[in-house]
C-alpha cells in the first residue's frame, strides 16, 4: 500500500471496527487515532483526555497525533469524529490528499444505525452538546457531515465491509 487510508466518519459510524478488518484484509497496520490521542495525553481513553483536558486542549493533541501518524509507513488510521474540526485537521488532510499521500473515506451509516449503536455501547463517550450521547448525534451530523464529504475520496452511506472496502481502494490504486 503507498498511502494511508483515513476513515473518517461519526461516532459509532464503524470507523475502529471496520479499519482493524480492513488493515488485516490488506496486510498493513492499523492505528486508532483516539488511541493515540489519549496517550498524547496521559490518559486511559479519548473520553477521559477530552473530559480532563478540555475540548481546545483535547483538539490541539488530535492534530499533532494526526501529522504524527501521517508520518508513520502507510496504514489504515481510524480518525475520531472530531478529528476533521480539530485546528488545522481538515487542511492537513485535504493537502495530504492533492498529494497522493492518503485515501479519505467517509463511513456514514444512517442516523437510526448510529443512534442504535450508540444506545448499545455509549460507553466512555462524553457528551458534545451537553445532551445525551444518543440525543445529540443529529445536531452532530448537521455541523459534520459537510465537512467529511468535502474531505471523502469514497462515500459509504450505508454497511460496508473491509472486503468491499478493500475492493473500492484497489480499484482507485490506492
Do not use: W
Request: hydrophobic share 45%; glycine share 10%; with cysteine.
Amino acid at each position: 500500500m503507498r498511502k494511508h487510508v483515513l476513515l473518517i466518519g461519526l461516532r459509532a459510524a464503524g470507523k475502529s471496527t471496520l479499519g482493524a478488518s480492513l488493515a488485516a484484509q490488506l496486510g498493513v497496520g492499523f492505528l486508532d487515532l483516539d488511541d493515540l490521542t489519549a496517550r498524547e495525553l496521559g490518559a486511559a481513553s479519548a473520553g477521559d483526555a477530552l473530559r480532563t483536558a478540555g475540548e481546545p486542549a483535547f483538539r490541539e493533541a488530535e492534530t499533532r497525533a494526526l501529522r504524527a501518524a501521517c508520518d508513520e509507513p502507510a496504514c489504515v488510521l481510524a480518525l475520531g469524529g472530531g478529528t476533521p474540526t480539530a485546528p488545522g485537521a481538515a487542511s492537513y488532510i485535504d493537502s495530504l490528499r492533492r498529494d497522493g499521500r492518503v485515501a479519505v473515506v467517509f463511513l456514514d451509516p444512517p442516523s437510526a444505525v448510529l443512534e442504535a449503536r450508540l444506545r448499545e455501547s455509549a460507553g466512555n463517550r462524553p457528551s458534545l452538546t451537553g445532551r445525551g450521547v444518543v440525543e445529540e448525534i443529529d445536531e452532530i451530523a448537521r455541523r459534520r457531515r459537510p465537512l467529511y464529504a468535502a474531505l471523502a475520496d469514497f462515500t459509504f452511506a450505508g454497511e460496508v465491509d473491509a472486503e468491499s472496502l478493500a475492493r473500492a481502494l484497489g480499484d482507485s490504486g490506492r
